[in-house]
C-alpha cells in the first residue's frame, strides 16, 4: 500500500506507522498503547504501529521494541480496501432515495470512525423505525447536534475521502456544546420515543435549578461592586460562579450540581456571544429553508460558474442552504441561484 500500488485514499486520520515514520520524520519516538483485548484470554492489540508491511518486516519491527522480543503473532496487520455507497445519495433521514425502506448508516457511507458510526445508525435506526410505524421523519439540524452535521455534510458535499467528524466542521459551535447537550437533544429523543420519562424528568430538574440560580444571580446585587447583580459580575473573565456561591448564602443555599453549576455559568458567562450565535442561525435559517425545485436545469442557469453547474446538477441541493455549503459552490453563485429561484416561484404564482 505504502509503495501506491493501491490507488485508494488511505485514513487521514490514522496513519500506519510507515505513514509516520515519512510524515514526522523528525520525531525521536513514538507511543505505542498494549491493549489487552479481553480479562479471559492474554490477546494484546497493539495500538498505534497499524501496518501492511509484510509480515517478516512487521515481526522483526516489533520484537525490536524492548519487552516485545518473544511476542508472538495472532493475526499480522494488513490494509483494507472497501468500497463505499455515494452518500449524496441519501436523505437526510439517511434514506437511500431510490430504494424506499433501505437505510444506510456507517463505513459503508464513507466515514471512519465508532462515533460515526454510532451517530448514523442512531438516525438511521430511528427512522426505520419510525417509518415502519406510519410516523414523520427524525432529522437533526446542523445548530442542534453534531450528528446533524455530520449527515448534512455526507449527503450534501459528498466527501471523497474517508470522513470523520471534527468539532471544527461545525459553524455553530457555542450552542453544541456538552454541558448543554441534554438541553439540546433530550426533549427530541423524547419526542420519538427514543428516550422515556425519567430523562425528561432529569432535565426539568435541572432547568427548574438553573432558573432557581438566575433569580438569584438577578435579583442580588453586590455592595462592594457598585450594587451590580451577580449575574452582571460573573459577565467579568475573573469572576467565577464558585466564588459567588462561597459568597452569597443565597447561591449556595441552591446547593447546585456541578453539572447544572457548570452549565450555567458557561450560558450565562457567553450569553452575549451565545446570542449573536443564534441570530446567526436565524439569518441562516431563512435561507436555508428556501427550497429548490428539483428540476431546475442547472446548466441552463446563465451566470452560474461551470463548476458550480456541475456540483449543483450531480448532487441536486433541495434548499439554498445546502447548495450554499457544496465545496466549489461560491456565495455568488448561490445569490444567483436564489433569483433563478425566486423567479421560478414568481412565474409559478402568476401561472396560477
Ligand atoms: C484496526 C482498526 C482500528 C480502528 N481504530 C479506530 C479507533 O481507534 N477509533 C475509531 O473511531 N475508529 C476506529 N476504526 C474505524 C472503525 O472501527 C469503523 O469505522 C467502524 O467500526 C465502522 O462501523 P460500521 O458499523 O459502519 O461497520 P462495521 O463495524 O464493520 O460493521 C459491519 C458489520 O456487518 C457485518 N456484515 C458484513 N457483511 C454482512 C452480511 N452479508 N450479513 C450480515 N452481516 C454482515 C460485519 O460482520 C460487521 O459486524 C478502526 C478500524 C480498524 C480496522
Redesign the pocket.
Known sequence: MYAGRIQGVG?RY?PSVEDKVMRFADKASHQVFLEPESLSTDVI?A?GV?TSLPAEVQETFLRAIPGLERARFLRH?YA?EYDFAQPSQLTDTLAVRAVPGLWL?????G????????G??LVAGANAALWALGRGAFTLARDEAYVGVMVDDLIVSNPSE?Y?MFTSRAEHRLLLRHDNADERLVPRAAEVGLVGNDALAGLDAKRAAKDAAKAVLSGVRSAEHGHRTLAELLLRPEVTLAELVARHAELAALELEPETAESLEVELKYSGYIERQHENVARMKRQESVEIPQDLDYRALSGLANEAKDKLAKLRPRTLGQAARIAGVRPPDVALLAIHVERRRRERAERG
Open positions: 485514513p490514522c492489540y495500538n497499524s496487520g483494507v448508516a456507517g463505513q459503508i457511507n466515514t471512519s470512525g465508532y462515533e460515526e458510526a454510532a448514523q445508525g474517508p470523520r
